[in-house]
């Protein structure tokens, strides 16, 4: 990490000037998120998987106020009144409209009121001497919560019905060297370092650093893109039990799973997806997006190939053969820059896949962050030596069999929210995510070139 972007290593005024920063880029995003439609759309339950994006705005203000103004801050509380209606383990998502809300003009007047709240503990509390406050942990914390509800309400405009509301902007074209990219690369096996120990932001999964030894392995150089899907899709691929596991096969004839989501086929036989309310032609050359787990595992059959393990795919990120050490980012340690990767909605769709050499990983491997979230085989887990903090409810509740890995972040992940170690999770039903994948195999030694 540069030194002046490492909250370790900035000074206190200059650490505050960074968060205030900070607070106020991510306030932008989730206002134009919400500021983008009405008030009926705001309360508006657009799907039973996603909440009203009025109850989100409310939910990032409590959390900004649990944490920040009344337990970093030692605070009086702003509304206490309204803690449990915005306790996310309290409500499932389905039953949060019929919840009495803050309504839109009390959501927006409940979280400019903590933000000054915020501003204020910011400007005078010690960044240093506890765990929750040195290098500002607490506040990188909160951001990273704000923005990991940015790109769900994102996810909700995705399943909203009716005209497109959000500014949109071409994908950047794919370098000249694409078409000439190999299927895949070869990442030899030893030791790594996986996790991190250092990362002054990191989440509780993302810890401890500990050393992992991964086989020779073979990783798509690129993302599965929709033409590679389309493939599968054509071939009979989702009425073929031979390709699914039992819950997979299970999954696809109670959901009824033919593509995926968001995709229609035209009469002539030609497929449309809708994206952000625009009905578009599937462009071929993107990664696929909106497959599940197990849509994601019958593909990598289908090909002759499996998933990888998270393991695998954080070797293939982060891991330099040169140095035997492993880098905050597939291109190095820097902070993601634009030419890096396709991060925080700067663009409403995956990049070509090819794109972004400049962010391509030691491997060769190239769009392992941003894009589209990659599904990998493994269940999520805390690693070994975990500990929960500062608290079990953002990691260690959901350990277990029932949850599958994703990794590598999306179009609509802010760089805050988004490292070589950072790990996301959801059942392995789910696709209204931005969620897409590559596939790897096993391979020798010999292979490497």
Same mark, same amino acid.
């Given at each position: 990490?540069?030194?002046?972007?490492?909250?370790e290593?900035?000074?206190?005024?200059?650490?505050?000037?960074?968060?205030?920063?900070?607070?106020?880029?991510?306030?932008?995003?989730?206002?134009?998120?919400?500021?983008?439609?009405?008030?009926?759309?705001?309360?508006?339950?657009?799907?039973?998987?996603?909440?009203?994006?009025v109850?989100?705005?409310?939910?990032?203000?409590?959390?900004?106020?649990?944490w920040?103004?009344?337990?970093?801050?030692?605070?009086?509380?702003?509304?206490?009144?309204? @803690? #449990?209606?915005?306790? !996310?383990?309290?409500?499932? *998502?389905?039953?949060? /409209?019929? +919840?009495?809300?803050?309504? =839109?003009?009390?959501?927006?007047?409940?979280?400019?009121?903590?933000?000054?709240?915020?501003?204020?503990?910011?400007?005078?509390?010690?960044?240093?001497?506890?765990?929750?406050?040195?290098?500002?942990?607490?506040?990188?914390?909160?951001?990273?919560?704000?923005?990991?509800? @940015? #790109?769900?309400?994102? !996810?909700?405009?995705?399943? *909203?019905?009716?005209? /497109?509301? +959000?500014?949109?902007?071409? =994908?950047p074209?794919?370098?000249?060297?694409?078409?000439?990219?190999?299927?895949?690369?070869?990442?030899?096996?030893?030791?790594?370092?996986?996790?991190?120990?250092?990362?002054?932001?990191?989440?509780?999964?993302?810890?401890?650093?500990?050393?992992?030894?991964?086989?020779t392995?073979a990783?798509?150089?690129?993302?599965?893109?929709?033409?590679?899907?389309?493939?599968?899709?054509?071939?009979?691929?989702?009425?073929?039990?031979?390709w699914?596991?039992?819950?997979?096969?299970?999954?696809?004839?109670?959901?009824?799973?033919?593509?995926?989501?968001?995709?229609?086929?035209?009469?002539?036989?030609?497929?449309?997806?809708?994206?952000?309310?625009?009905?578009?032609?599937?462009?071929?050359?993107?990664?696929?997006?909106?497959?599940?787990?197990?849509?994601?595992?019958?593909?990598?059959?289908?090909?002759?190939?499996?998933?990888?393990?998270?393991?695998?795919?954080?070797?293939?990120?982060?891991?330099?053969?040169?140095?035997?050490?492993?880098?905050?980012?597939?291109?190095?340690?820097?902070?993601?820059?634009?030419?890096?990767?396709?991060?925080?909605?700067?663009?409403?769709?995956?990049?070509?896949?090819?794109s972004?050499?400049?962010?391509?990983?030691?491997?060769?491997?190239?769009?392992?962050?941003?894009?589209?979230?990659?599904?990998?085989?493994?269940?999520?887990?805390?690693?070994?030596?975990?500990?929960?903090?500062?608290?079990?409810?953002?990691?260690?509740?959901?350990?277990?069999?029932?949850?599958k890995?994703?990794?590598?972040?999306?179009?609509?992940?802010?760089?805050?929210?988004?490292?070589?170690?950072?790990?996301?999770?959801?059942?392995?039903?789910?696709?209204?995510?931005?969620?897409?994948?590559?596939?790897?195999?096993?391979?020798?030694?010999?292979?490497?070139?």
């Open positions: 990490m540069r030194p002046e972007t490492n909250p290593e900035m000074p206190s005024e200059r650490l505050r000037a960074h968060v205030a920063a900070e607070l106020a880029r991510t306030r932008a995003r989730s206002a134009t998120l919400t500021d983008s439609v009405d008030d009926a759309d705001l309360v508006r339950q657009h799907s039973p998987l996603m909440s009203p994006l109850w989100d705005l409310a939910h990032v203000g409590n959390q900004e106020e649990l920040l103004v009344r337990d970093v801050g030692g605070r009086e509380p702003v509304r206490c009144d309204i @803690d #449990e209606l915005y306790d !996310a383990f309290r409500h499932p *998502r389905k039953d949060r /409209p019929s +919840l009495p809300l803050l309504d =839109p003009t009390e959501a927006r007047s409940y979280v400019r009121e903590v933000r000054d709240k915020v501003l204020d503990v910011l400007d005078r509390v010690p960044l240093r001497g506890r765990p929750l406050v040195d290098a500002a942990f607490a506040f990188g914390m909160i951001l990273q919560h704000e923005q990991q509800h @940015d #790109e769900t309400m994102l !996810a909700t405009h995705q399943l *909203r019905a009716g005209p /497109p509301v +959000l500014s949109d902007a071409p =994908p074209p794919a370098p000249a060297d694409a078409a000439r990219l190999p299927r895949e690369v070869v990442v030899p096996g030893g030791p790594f370092t996986m996790g991190t120990s250092t990362e002054p932001w990191a989440l509780d999964n993302e810890r401890p650093a500990h050393v992992v030894d991964v086989p392995f990783i798509d150089t690129l993302p599965v893109t929709n033409a590679d899907y389309l493939a599968f899709v054509e071939s009979g691929g989702y009425d073929d039990p031979r699914w596991s039992a819950r997979g096969w299970d999954h696809r004839n109670r959901a009824g799973l033919t593509a995926p989501q968001f995709w229609e086929r035209d009469t002539d036989g030609s497929w449309w997806r809708t994206r952000f309310g625009r009905v578009e032609p599937v462009p071929p050359d993107e990664p696929v997006l909106h497959v599940c787990y197990f849509e994601a595992e019958a593909y990598a059959r289908w090909a002759g190939r499996r998933l990888p393990t998270e393991a695998e795919w954080e070797k293939a990120a982060r891991f330099d053969p040169a140095t035997n050490r492993s880098l905050r980012y597939p291109w190095g340690d820097e902070d993601p820059r634009p030419e890096h990767a396709n991060l925080g909605q700067r663009h409403l769709r995956p990049a070509p896949a090819g972004f050499p400049s962010g391509a990983a030691p491997c060769g491997a190239r769009q392992l962050v941003g894009d589209v979230w990659e599904w990998t085989s493994t269940d999520f887990h805390g690693y070994p030596g975990f500990v929960a903090f500062p608290y079990r409810e953002y990691s260690e509740v959901f350990f277990g069999d029932r949850y890995v994703l990794r590598g972040g999306s179009f609509g992940t802010d760089p805050l929210a988004c490292r070589g170690t950072f790990r996301n999770w959801d059942l392995p039903i789910r696709r209204q995510i931005f969620c897409g994948f590559r596939c790897a195999r096993d391979a020798r030694r010999d292979e490497l070139g």
